[in-house]
């Protein structure tokens, strides 16, 4: 099992990235997926996640308006687009997948880091 991550990078404030999460060794039925963010110095928090059902979407409020998280089931991946970013969603971004029934599995990508500055 394996969720690999890519897609960051530096970008200018008010410049766009997106990021992409390929799963491998599961499918993404009964798993909640998301995108979580640690700058340094601070704890990981949870920037956007989308429930197993598709009915549930959280949003960091910092984030709203200008992240879409969105995921293609077939290709078993998901995705953050970025959109108006700010020196402070400078990060090391992982994603996410916890499975919603049991063995409630919990895997994390591997990070990829965005750098938003002039």
């Known amino acids: 099992v394996q969720l690999q991550a890519s897609g960051g990078g530096l970008v200018q404030p008010g410049g766009s990235l997106t990021l992409s999460c390929e799963a491998s060794?599961?499918?993404?039925?009964?798993?909640?997926i998301g995108w979580f963010r640690q700058a340094p110095g601070k704890e990981r928090e949870a920037v956007s996640c989308i429930s197993s059902s598709d009915q549930t979407t959280y949003w960091l409020d910092s984030v709203k308006g200008r992240f879409t998280i969105s995921k293609d089931n077939a290709k078993n991946t998901w995705y953050l687009q970025m959109n108006n970013l700010r020196p402070e969603d400078t990060a090391v971004y992982y994603c996410?997948?916890?499975?919603?029934?049991?063995?409630?599995?919990?895997?994390w990508g591997q990070g990829t880091l965005v750098t938003v500055s002039s």
């Open positions: 060794g599961f499918t993404l039925n009964f798993w909640a």
């Open positions: 996410n997948a916890a499975e919603t029934v049991a063995p409630f599995r919990n895997y």
